[in-house]
């Protein structure tokens, strides 16, 4: 089992920066891939970022691309997602989550059913 918490969600303006933050325990985090997505009140729960066991590898959904950058440390137990350029479209509840390596599955998960263990997430809201 895996346990994850998210930190760092808060209300901003439109332009700022934000890092959020997801701890890991039960488990060591280098073993699983991991990601971020998101879920905005009338939406489908959307892919937002994820990233390699190693961190070598990282994916983003296109419209978070050149202003989303994710990454681990996995000393720390421990992934980030620093979000620049932030606009009121990207307000939602942002959820980390871990991926199990199991066999066929990609190092750098992008489907949301493929992730096994989940936060409770984190608010973000941006104003415009």
């Known amino acids: 089992q895996v346990q994850l918490v998210e930190s760092g969600g808060r209300l901003v303006q439109a332009g700022d920066s934000l890092r959020l933050s997801c701890a890991a325990s039960?488990?060591?985090?280098?073993?699983?891939?991991m990601g971020w997505s998101r879920h905005a009140p009338g939406k489908e729960r959307e892919f937002v970022a994820a990233?390699?066991?190693?961190?070598?590898?990282?994916e983003y959904v296109d419209s978070v691309k050149g202003r989303f950058t994710i990454s681990r440390d996995n000393a720390k137990n421990t992934m980030y997602l620093q979000m620049n350029s932030l606009k009121p479209e990207d307000t939602a509840v942002y959820s980390c989550?871990?991926?199990?390596?199991?066999?066929?599955?990609?190092?750098?998960?992008?489907?949301?059913?493929?992730?096994?263990?989940w936060g409770q997430g984190t608010q973000v809201t941006v104003s415009s």
């Open positions: 039960g488990r060591t985090l280098g073993d699983y891939a």
């Open positions: 989550a871990a991926s199990a390596p199991l066999a066929g599955r990609p190092v750098v998960v992008t489907t949301i059913h493929q992730y096994d263990y």
């Open positions: 990233i390699s066991w190693k961190g070598g590898s990282t």
